[in-house]
């Protein structure tokens, strides 16, 4: 799954809702920053995400949702 984010405030929540989600950068999912130091900002997840959190990841702004599926 790929997620698109268009502001720093969106990356920083997404990262804190994974986190709680008891998901760690480099084994879950990574995230790709360009080079300049504007968005957007891509998180690629490798695994599937309980229901509960995407639909909590669903309902942040500034995101984009690529391939979304759930366990």
């Not at 995230?31 to 509960?52: G, Y």
Request: hydrophobic share 45%; charged share 15%; with cysteine.
């Amino acid at each position: 799954m790929q997620i698109i984010c268009t502001t720093t405030e969106a990356a920083g929540e997404l990262m804190l809702l994974l986190t709680d989600a008891y998901m760690r950068p480099g084994k879950e999912f990574h995230i790709s920053v360009p080079h300049a130091p504007d968005p957007p900002i891509r998180f690629t997840l490798h695994v599937n995400l309980p229901a509960h959190v995407l639909h909590q990841m669903q309902s942040l702004p500034d995101i984009r949702i690529a391939d979304a599926c759930c366990v």
